[in-house]
């Protein structure tokens, strides 16, 4: 399987802050990846699909980059309604696997 | 508009068996492949398997093989979760989740909460 390495597991922020996350892969997969922002109690929602295309109706403050095995997922100016935590997710290789999840606080 | 709406919440004892469902409207359901995520307790996303409907194809992570069986019903749209025998460890929310452009989920269900408790 490949492994998909998360971080930092959390992070403490303000709102208008730049704040950026990271996950590496275990081996390449191009820019098979995507970003989830999941907020309590609801199901996760896609921001980013090969690894930088932003998913329409996404505020332009998200952003993600790389490709083979360092990718990265930038907000640009915090917002209160970004404080959640977000996962990544390579569908290169069977199984698909998510990184361990980055929850953004106050 | 792409929908999926899963079963609702269930509460079973371990050792019970259990079938958990998805159905999927607005596009076409046997096209596209249709995944399972788990998510216990305060803790991560983990991705199941896949099914793709048209033929029944399915992949398994094998962290769930052997544990779960992913099926999907053509003529209702709808794929299934299930289990034989339940343990408490089963207990969790279970997404469901597809996608009309790529391998990548778009579309998730609301969660279908499962506890198991003696």
């Known amino acids: 399987d490949i492994q998909m390495t998360q971080s930092p597991s959390s992070l403490s922020a303000s709102v208008g802050d730049r704040v950026t996350i990271t996950c590496r892969a275990s081996?390449?997969?191009?820019?098979?990846l995507g970003w989830y922002q999941q907020k309590p109690g609801k199901a996760p929602k896609r921001l980013i699909y090969?690894?930088?295309s932003l998913q329409s109706g996404v505020p332009s403050r998200f952003s993600g980059s790389g490709s083979g095995t360092e990718f990265t997922l930038t907000i640009s100016s915090l917002q209160p309604e970004d404080f959640a935590t977000y996962y990544c997710?390579?569908?290169?290789?069977?199984?698909?696997?998510f990184g361990g999840g980055t929850k953004v606080e106050i | 508009e792409v929908q999926l709406v899963q079963s609702g919440a269930e509460v079973k004892k371990p050792g019970e068996s259990l079938k958990i469902s998805c159905k999927g409207s607005?596009?076409?359901?046997?096209?596209?492949?249709i995944g399972w995520v788990r998510q216990m307790p305060g803790k991560g996303l983990e991705w199941m398997g896949i099914i793709y409907p048209g033929d029944s194809d399915t992949r398994y992570s094998p962290s769930f093989q052997g544990q779960v069986t992913i099926s999907a019903d053509k003529s209702t749209s709808t794929a299934y979760l299930q289990w034989s025998s339940l343990k408490a460890s089963d207990t969790a929310m279970y997404y469901c989740a597809t996608s009309t452009e790529s391998p990548l989920p778009s579309h998730w269900g609301q969660g279908t909460l499962v506890t198991v408790s003696s």
């Open positions: 997710l390579q569908h290169n290789t069977y199984p698909f696997t």
């Open positions: 607005g596009y076409s359901f046997i096209s596209y492949w």
């Open positions: 081996q390449d997969i191009r820019n098979d």
């Open positions: 090969a690894a930088s």
